[in-house]
Every structure is written in C-alpha cells, then in structure tokens.
C-alpha cells in the first residue's frame, strides 16, 4: 500500500522550476523515498532518491523536511519532454518491492 | 548506457492458453522483478527474485503465475492459463541492490488476452 499522498495533477510553464509535494508522515527511520516518473505509457523512470539529506542529480532536486515527513522534488528548469506521471515512493526495512501510487500528472504547458 | 530490454513488445493470445514474457535485465544486476499496470491503474508489484528464489511476491502473484531465470541472462514470467483479467503492461524491472540503488524498468509487454 501506498504510503505517500500527492496531488492529483498540476501544471508547469516551460523553462520554470517545477515543485512537486508530497507526505509521508509515517515513514519509519529507515526507510528512503523514492522519486519515480512514467512517461505516457512506458516503464517507470527512476529520477532520484534519499534518507534525509537533500539529494541532487542531474536531473531533479530532492529536499527532505528535517522531520522527514514531507519532501519535495524538484525538476529546475522544466521541458515539454518532463510531462508525465511522478510517483513519491517510500520504501524501506525488508520491502523490495516499490509500492506505485496514483502518483501526480504533470504537464508541462509551452 | 545498458537498460532492460523485454519481449515480445506486444503479446495476444487467446484465454486459457499460457504465455511466457521474457526479460534480460541488465549484466551485473542481482535483484529482478515484475510488475503490472493494467490500463489506466497504478503500477502494481508482481514478485522480485535474487539468488534463484522469490524474495517477496504480492497477491496477485497466484499459483497461476511462475519465474524463472532460465541461464544467466534471461528472466521470465509464466502465466500458466490467462484470464481476460490478465490483459496489462507487464514491466521487468532489476537493481544491483535491494535497497540502495535504483530499479531499472524495461519499456513493458503489452498482454492482450481475447
């Protein structure tokens, strides 16, 4: 079961930092979140992930509230290419499954 | 860069008959799994496998259903006797480490059972 709650959908300009939310109020001390997207119908991207410090990568920001309980990804400049479902995923202890939710639709507007 | 790669790309068949997706994850990768999404739903975890054995499977993951890494490269999944119910996106996914490191996703067969 999922344990994170995001928003159903939300739009983005082109070019501008795009903010995801999401909560997880009952992640447990060892488990990390997970940042996931799906572009249209193939296979589920990995984006990034972290345990409590903030992450970077190429290609999105990671930031986790000290109480661990929210986090925010960040995509820093958006492109049409970025629009997709994103998926919050908290995973931990003895999973190694990724439990999907209905995750967040995304659309990047020109 | 290497990824997952998964065939057929598109798969009918008729019910009651079995089919077998086949998946080669990448090389060095120790943990596989499958998953689905059936049409407009949420990805839905199958079964993952390390070290020649099921580590966790989900409910949906009945006795209809088998894996298999037939030699050191391939991965696949048996539906022993489709359902209509059974017509989804069926992704193979694989990672070096359990928890660690990130899953990587094969594009998907598409099952179509008639």
């Known amino acids: 079961d999922a344990k994170t709650t995001q928003p159903t959908s939300m739009d983005c300009a082109e070019g501008r930092a795009a903010n995801l939310p999401c909560n997880h109020s009952?992640?447990?001390?060892?488990?990390?979140v997970y940042w996931y997207r799906q572009i249209h119908s193939q296979g589920p991207q990995y984006i990034i992930h972290?345990?409590?410090n903030n992450e970077t990568n190429e290609m999105a920001s990671l930031i986790i509230t000290e109480d661990r309980k929210s986090s925010t990804l960040i995509l820093p400049h958006a492109t049409l290419r970025d629009t997709a479902v994103y998926y919050c995923?908290?995973?931990?202890?003895?999973?190694?499954?990724?439990?999907f939710g209905a995750g967040t639709t995304v659309t990047v507007r020109a | 860069e290497p990824e997952v790669t998964q065939t057929p790309s598109h798969q009918v068949t008729q019910m009651g008959q079995e089919v077998i997706l086949r998946c080669v994850p990448i090389?060095?990768?120790?943990?596989f799994y499958w998953y689905r999404q059936i049409l407009g739903q949420k990805v839905e975890f199958l079964v993952s496998?390390?070290?020649?054995?099921?580590?966790?499977k989900s409910e949906i993951f009945d006795d209809q259903f088998s894996v298999e890494r037939p030699d050191g490269s391939n991965f696949t999944l048996k539906i022993r006797s489709t359902k209509l119910e059974d017509s989804a996106m069926y992704f193979c996914?694989?990672?070096?480490?359990?928890?660690?490191?990130?899953?990587?996703f094969g594009p998907g067969t598409r099952l179509t059972v008639l």
């Open positions: 972290g345990l409590k």
């Open positions: 496998f390390y070290n020649n054995e099921i580590s966790e």
């Open positions: 090389s060095n990768h120790l943990y």
């Open positions: 995923i908290v995973r931990g202890g003895n999973d190694y499954k990724l439990s």
């Open positions: 996914a694989s990672s070096d480490d359990r928890l660690r490191d990130e899953q990587f």
């Open positions: 009952t992640i447990s001390g060892n488990e990390y």
